[in-house]
T-cell receptor, first 112, second 114 residues
Framework: DSGVTQTPKHLITATGQRVTLRCSPR?????VYWYQQSLDQGLQFLIQ???????AKGNILERFSAQQFPDLHSELNLSSLELGDSALYFC???????????FGAGTRLSVL | AQTVTQSQPEMSVQEAETVTLSCTYD???????LFWYKQPPSRQMILVIR??????QNATENRFSVNFQKAAKSFSLKISDSQLGDAAMYFC???????????FGKGITLSVRP
């Protein structure tokens, strides 16, 4: 168990809908990262938050947004969903001192 | 931009034998971190081993060791005494440091023959 919790494990929705993925980092970790894993794009970095502030942005679509709350949990919001958004979405967290990212079990999103 | 290349899509090894998974990367930085992550069928991403670029000594973790060649920008993973539980997808990843994002290779699927 990595200590990073992601909910839900699975999400099935329709095109055009909006979903929210939730991540609770390991106790004490201030950094949260979101990654998308798909068959055609592989594992891609989406966005990073550090102590509530956006720190880095990767290949994140404008339809996607994220935030990190004062209790350090993070949410990834995906809207106007398309078939191509079907993927496994991972959250990871790290501490400033260790520089190792620990991954949650992922949320599998299926857009039908 | 940094890139990570894993050119072998699949490999197979006999149980109890040794296998080496290859990875190359491209960067203009001198200080960075390299990782191998394992993704079994459960899809969980599990850290296998980490190497800090400023350390010349190759990292080892039990049956797992790396061959880090900084000048060649090569970072291979050696698995000794392979076990059935080692069957998984293995990803090589690069981190420029200071808790930045991970850049992943495409991964390699390792199968272990009993």
């Amino acid at each position: 168990d990595s200590g990073v919790t992601q909910t839900p494990k699975h999400l099935i929705t329709a095109t055009g809908q909006r979903v929210t993925l939730r991540c609770s980092p390991r106790s004490g970790d201030l950094s949260v990262y979101w990654y998308q894993q798909s068959l055609d794009q592989g594992l891609q970095f989406l966005i990073q938050y550090y102590n509530g502030e956006e720190r880095a942005k990767g290949n994140i679509l404008e339809r996607f947004s994220a935030q990190q709350f004062p209790d350090l949990h993070s949410e990834l919001n995906l809207s106007s969903l398309e078939l191509g958004d079907s993927a496994l979405y991972f959250c990871a967290s790290s501490s400033r001192s260790e520089n190792i990212q620990y991954f949650g079990a992922g949320t599998r999103l299926s857009v039908l | 931009a940094q890139t990570v290349t894993q050119s072998q899509p699949e490999m197979s090894v006999q149980e109890a034998e040794t296998v080496t998974l290859s990875c190359t990367y491209d960067t203009s930085e001198s200080d960075y971190y390299l990782f191998w992550y394992k993704q079994p069928p459960s899809r969980q991403m599990i850290l296998v081993i980490r190497q800090e670029a400023y350390k010349q000594q190759n990292a080892t973790e039990n049956r797992f060791s790396v061959n880090f060649q900084k000048a060649a920008k090569s970072f291979s993973l050696k698995i000794s005494d392979s076990q059935l539980g080692d069957a998984a997808m293995y990803f090589c990843a690069y981190d420029s440091g200071a808790n930045s994002k991970l850049t992943f290779g495409k991964g390699i699927t390792l199968s272990v023959r009993p």
